[in-house]
T-cell receptor
Framework: AQKVTQAQTEISVVEKEDVTLDCVYE???????LFWYKQPPSGELVFLIR??????QNEISGRYSWNFQKSTSSFNFTITASQVVDSAVYFC?????????????FGGGTRVLVKP | DVKVTQSSRYLVKRTGEKVFLECVQD?????MFWYRQDPGLGLRLIYF???????EKGDIPEGYSVSREKKERFSLILESASTNQTSMYLC???????????FGPGTRLTVT
């Protein structure tokens, strides 16, 4: 069975600090997809990134970067020079290629609070 | 842009009432999903549908049913609401051949 663990329930930082969100996953499939979503106070989940299990290249998008390591089953997310607008709940999710409906399994989420 | 809308942002119902949560998407997506979100538990899948009139149970279907009579609309039904169904409910849709799900704003349901 697939499982996603986000050990950090809440992180508080001061603006301009870097923050790293941890995500560890479990799966028996060799083909799977990993995601990060952002949920701002408005409630709607916003898709940030998808990585497939065959692509371990790290990715950078502006102040966001992702570190995918199959050896440790981790897919960590770093926000560089955090801003108040980054305050949100962030979810890591996993989808197995063979799962019915390609359903997503979510971690418990990490609440990030960026103080001015 | 994909637009997923949900009929209510906030809803208060009494125990035993029948509750309908509606979700509509405008991008002709084949797949639609209902999740509930609880603190510390993340999002958990209740039901999903991959076509009109087709449905599959998710991880926590007990106490819920769904209806999909039209491609764009997916309804979640609580036949007899209970206090343990107080939660945030999120609808999502996905195109076949794609892996990204697009979410609605959520309905915060309180059952008293």
């Amino acid at each position: 069975a697939q499982k996603v663990t986000q050990a950090q329930t809440e992180i508080s930082v001061v603006e301009k600090e870097d923050v790293t969100l941890d995500c560890v996953y479990e799966t028996r499939d060799t083909t799977y997809y990993l995601f990060w979503y952002k949920q701002p106070p408005s409630g709607e989940l916003v898709f940030l990134i998808r990585r497939n299990s065959f692509d371990e290249q790290n990715e950078i998008s502006g102040r966001y970067s992702w570190n995918f390591q199959k050896s440790t089953s981790s897919f960590n997310f770093t926000i560089t020079a955090s801003q108040v607008v980054d305050s949100a709940v962030y979810f890591c999710a996993l989808s197995e290629a063979e799962a019915a409906g390609n359903k997503l399994t979510f971690g418990g989420g990490t609440r990030v609070l960026v103080k001015p | 842009d994909v637009k997923v809308t949900q009929s209510s942002r906030y809803l208060v119902k009494r125990t035993g009432e029948k509750v309908f949560l509606e979700c509509v998407q405008d991008m002709d997506h084949e797949n639609m999903f209902w999740y509930r979100q609880d603190p510390g538990l993340g999002l958990r899948l209740i039901y999903f549908s991959y076509d009109v009139k087709m449905k599959e149970k998710g991880d926590i279907p007990e106490g819920y049913s769904v209806s999909r009579e039209k491609k764009e609309r997916f309804s979640l039904i609580l036949e007899s609401a209970s206090t343990n169904q107080t939660s945030m409910y999120l609808c999502a849709s996905r195109a076949s051949g794609s892996y990204e799900q697009y979410f609605g704003p959520g309905t915060r349901l309180t059952v008293t």
